[in-house]
């Protein structure tokens, strides 16, 4: 569900626009982190879940585990929102291991999306310090089970893509559930592309070179603008980047089986978005939920990311196989040894730098 990433370790000084300051801004995802992942060295065995695991996530969850944190299916949303993260397991991995930040090369702005109703969200705008405008545009949806974290959590992932693509990055911070049941997110998704779209040129971007990303709630909802923008026949994105996508409700599948207590991601957590989000079970199989039984035929080229000690890696490969029956062009990569939200932590995991790397490269090649 896409639920942690990582951010800065030290508070955020706040800017006037309520947006982190240029200089406290963390690139984790950079390849110009000091240290080396290859010396990150497990203290015991691995998780009988996961034999496989790389010694450098397995070190990450080790360190999540020290913090003995009550379960998330055990707490209400508001305190499971405060429960520690594995932003604060890699950024405490990363000192004990002397792997270094390099400086950002974004600057950031908040912004203020309305998205009907009367009421509006915030999202945070990356912007390339090199003067190349008009840039092409990412819009970016955080994942979190659509019940918590927000776009401060998932700073790495926004930044990285607004740095190695050479674009604007647009995080959009949508309103949560249960406070907000679905269809909130969605609508509100679609409300801030749509806004992305009319805006463009005001944030130094360019309006037809626009594309998505979105990491498993947030890969769900990419979808479903790339679903919404073409049969509401307005401008369709380039591209969509969909990372560990919730895409299906059969929580029967073979890796939610396999890895039904895998860490930071289990089967419990995600029973308890689905019930957070939903006024009733019955809208797990609606399309929107469960992108697998929807009509997928004229959508944006995709690249899709998955994880393998995962559970919902089974509906990930079954929607890049269903978008490519539909017509659609696909790149998927599985990712072994390594868990659900690996994609934030390429400071001490290669895959994740690898993954961040291809995602770059086929948001280049599309946006040209």
């Known amino acids: 569900m896409a639920i942690l990433n990582l951010a800065a370790c030290t508070p955020s000084k706040k800017s006037a626009a309520g947006e982190t300051s240029d200089s406290t801004q963390t690139a984790m995802g950079s390849d110009s982190a000091s240290g080396s992942p290859a010396e990150l060295k497990p203290k015991g065995a691995g998780p009988g879940w996961a034999p496989d695991i790389t010694p450098p996530m397995q070190v990450v969850l080790e360190k999540l585990a020290s913090y003995q944190a009550k379960p998330i299916p055990q707490l209400p949303p508001k305190e499971a929102r405060m429960n520690p993260t594995p932003t604060m397991a890699v950024m405490a991995v990363m000192k004990d291991y002397n792997i270094t930040m390099p400086e950002p090369r974004v600057d950031t702005a908040g912004q203020t999306i309305p998205v009907g109703g009367g009421r509006s969200i915030h999202a945070r705008i990356y912007t390339p310090k090199s003067a190349h405008a008009p840039f092409p545009v990412i819009v970016y949806y955080h994942g979190g089970g659509w019940v918590i974290a927000d776009i401060d959590t998932y700073n790495v992932s926004a930044q990285s893509m607004a740095e190695q693509v050479g674009a604007v990055v647009v995080s959009v911070g949508y309103d949560l559930a249960p406070e907000h049941k679905f269809p909130t997110q969605h609508n509100q998704a679609f409300a801030a592309y749509e806004w992305v779209i009319k805006n463009a040129a005001s944030i130094k971007g360019d309006p037809q070179k626009v594309a998505l ?21 307005i401008t369709m994105p380039k591209h969509q980047v969909l990372v560990y996508p919730i895409a299906n409700n059969d929580m029967t599948s073979e890796s939610y089986t396999k890895y039904a207590g895998a860490k930071p991601l289990d089967k419990p957590m995600m029973a308890y978005f689905v019930k957070q989000t939903l006024t009733s079970p019955a809208l797990s199989s609606d399309p929107r939920i469960s992108l697998v039984k929807a009509k997928l035929e004229g959508l944006p080229s995709t690249t899709l990311i998955a994880a393998e000690l995962d559970p919902l890696q089974t509906e990930g490969k079954l929607l890049a196989d269903k978008l490519k029956a539909a017509g659609v062009s696909v790149t998927y990569k599985l990712y072994t040894g390594v868990t659900h939200e690996f994609f934030g932590m390429a400071t001490v995991l290669p895959e994740a730098k690898d993954a961040q790397r291809l995602a770059a490269d086929e948001l280049k090649k599309a946006l040209k």
């Open 213 to 233: 990303v979105g990491e498993s709630a947030g890969g769900n909802l990419a979808a479903n603008v790339s679903i919404m923008a073409r049969d509401k026949k």
